[in-house]
């Protein structure tokens, strides 16, 4: 899988709007755009994902680049639950088993 | 109604041990996976069972031996365990084969400790 580049840490305070970038330069045409997020003590969890559009879903909205090379998480309001880290991930067509985690961005909320 | 859930939540073991740890999943998925997480908080793929079958296995110790009975169960059994093997394990499950956009559901983990 193509490789994926987040900053470690963001901050964001309560009830503001959070942008969660991520860089993936060397995406191919049939990767998909994946984020998943892991709340402390849990399983990762699925936010939302995508192709080559823009997507919304209730959780969160997803902007990608025309190029595809990059997208940003977008958090229309951040509560404190949202604190976690947030993986971008890259997974490539039909017979792509796995997901490849990297280090993903540790998202601070404060109240 | 959890959707993937595994037991024990906590296992704490002496070095040698044989255990496993078991998942179901009651959403009708077909692919089954087993995760690692380590201290440094690194999520790594282990195993991917497809239909019962077994598709990814990742450079893992053969101590470590998954078991598919049927599609909603994906057991992992670790013989001789070893202090490295301290880790948060988790499951997850996809309804296909996690590429055009499938999304994998995780269960709620099991924290392993080698003594």
């Known amino acids: 899988d193509a490789k994926t580049t987040q900053p470690n840490s963001m901050e964001s305070n309560e009830e503001e709007p959070v942008h969660l970038p991520c860089n993936h330069s060397t995406i191919s045409g049939t990767d998909y755009i994946h984020w998943y997020r892991q709340l402390p003590s849990q399983g990762p969890e699925y936010v939302i994902h995508g192709l080559t559009s823009n997507v919304n879903n209730r959780m969160a909205s997803l902007a990608i680049a025309e190029d595809r090379k990059s997208s940003t998480l977008i958090l229309h309001r951040a509560t404190l639950r949202d604190a976690a880290v947030y993986y971008c991930?890259?997974?490539?067509?039909?017979?792509?088993?796995?997901?490849?985690f990297g280090k993903g961005t540790k998202l601070s909320v404060i109240p | 109604d959890t959707a993937v859930s595994q037991t024990p939540k906590y296992l704490v073991t002496q070095m040698g041990n044989d255990k496993s740890i078991k998942c179901e999943q009651n959403l009708g998925h077909d692919t089954m996976y087993w995760y690692k997480q380590d201290s440094k908080k690194f999520l790594k793929i282990m195993f991917s069972?497809?239909?019962?079958?077994?598709?990814i296995n990742e450079t893992v110790p053969n101590r470590f031996s998954p078991k598919s009975p049927d599609k909603a169960h994906l057991n992992l059994h670790i013989n001789s365990l070893e202090l490295g093997d301290s880790a948060v394990y988790f499951c997850?499950?996809?309804?296909?084969?996690?590429?055009?956009?499938?999304?994998?559901?995780f269960g709620p983990g099991t924290r392993l400790t080698v003594l």
């Open positions: 997850a499950s996809s309804l296909g084969t996690s590429g055009w956009g499938d999304t994998q559901y």
């Open positions: 069972y497809n239909n019962k079958e077994l598709i």
């Open positions: 991930i890259l997974n490539s067509g039909a017979g792509s088993y796995q997901l490849t």
